[in-house]
């Protein structure tokens, strides 16, 4: 089984990467391996062992990098937390919905390639393609633009006006389409945006 697979911004691999890949929880996977290995089990002992496990196994390889886990954690202030990667260097802040564990709002720089604080929304799922996804602070409205499974702003200045907005807001909220036309809205809380923003420019700037 492929577990990379991983959505960046110009198909750069990194660890930022790897903090967006999506899979089923494993409490889910476990369960749903339980219960089809019971019911197998009524049929084909040898089947229902050996299909328990490949899914455990395929849950063990296939744990995603998340906040709690990764070891690139600096420093979490209040619901954002800062991550550090080398090699290239690459410093981003980011967190997590509210409502929808898997989705990740994440601003992140990377001087080898000149990016700083740049924006992305990470949808988990396939976003409508060629469409806009909606993003609001506190009641102001910004067009991020979606690609594969994430969405960003069309310039740096853009992206500069929305991380102020971050910093000063209390609450953002992100409504997106899927390829199915299902709307989606997630909630994101900004407390600790401005302190964990700011600390993962300034370890990128040294």
């Known amino acids: 089984m492929e577990c990379e697979d991983l959505t960046i911004w110009q198909g750069t691999g990194s660890k930022l990467s790897a903090f967006l890949v999506v899979y089923t929880p494993i409490s889910v996977r476990l369960v749903i391996a339980i219960i089809l290995g019971l019911y197998f089990m009524t049929f084909n002992r040898a089947i229902s062992i050996v299909f328990i496990l490949l899914f455990s196994s395929i849950v063990t390889a296939c744990t995603p990098v998340t906040s709690e886990q990764s070891t ?40 080898n390639e000149g990016i700083n604080e740049q ?70 809380s900004l407390r600790g945006a401005a302190d964990a923003i700011s600390q993962a420019t300034r370890l990128c700037s040294q």
């Not at 802040?93 to 929808?100: H, L, R, Y």
């Open 72 to 111: 690139d954690v600096v420093v979490r202030v209040n619901d954002w937390s800062v991550f550090v990667e080398e090699n290239p260097r690459e410093c981003w802040a980011a967190t997590a919905a509210k409502n929808i564990a898997t989705q990740r709002l994440i601003v992140f720089s990377r001087p």
């Open 119 to 188: 924006i992305m929304f990470a949808a988990g799922f396939s976003l409508s393609v060629n469409n806009s996804v909606n993003l609001q602070i506190d009641g102001r409205s910004f067009t991020l633009y979606s690609v594969g499974e994430t969405a960003w702003l069309k310039s740096p200045s853009e992206d500069a006006i929305l991380v102020r907005s971050l910093k000063s807001g209390s609450r953002a909220v992100v409504t997106a389409r899927t390829p199915v036309g299902a709307m989606v809205t997630s909630e994101f």
